[in-house]
């Protein structure tokens, strides 16, 4: 049985940028969060629409034919098959929910710059 897991103390838990940790796992999902700040990379997910729940900060989401933006507690889901590219001037923590295994830099991607994690997630540490 598992337990009551806080969101305020796992994002205390580390400070890597772009580099998720998988909180807790529904079904054949991973529920991630991480902290964000800068660009990430255009990026498209073939197989998996991909969920974004701002938790502190604004959230940028660029799409091809225009740029979503959302503010704490906004939610927004990037349909599969869709190019994005997320960013944050100033910061934002954020929460995903995505297959698991699922690539942070999808499956077709610009070339990753050093900052960003290209990862299928990393466990919480306790």
């Excluded at 897991?5 to 529904?26: E, G, Y």
């Excluded at 974004?52 to 889901?77: C, H, K, M, S, Y």
């Amino acid at each position: 049985m598992s337990e009551p897991i806080s969101l305020t103390a796992a994002l205390a838990s580390f400070d890597v940028l772009w580099s998720p940790r998988i909180v807790t796992k529904v079904n054949d999902y991973d529920v991630r969060i991480a902290r964000v700040a800068g660009e990430h990379v255009w990026h498209t997910h073939d197989h998996t629409d991909e969920f974004f729940l701002v938790l502190d900060g604004e959230l940028r989401i660029d799409l091809p034919d225009r740029a979503v933006t959302l503010q704490r507690g906004e939610v927004f889901t990037v349909p599969r098959g869709t190019a994005h590219k997320p960013s944050s001037p100033d910061g934002a923590a954020i929460l995903m929910f995505e297959p698991t295994g699922t690539s942070t830099v999808g499956d077709r991607h610009d070339d990753v710059p050093a900052h960003v994690d290209a990862t299928t997630g990393h466990a919480l540490e306790a």
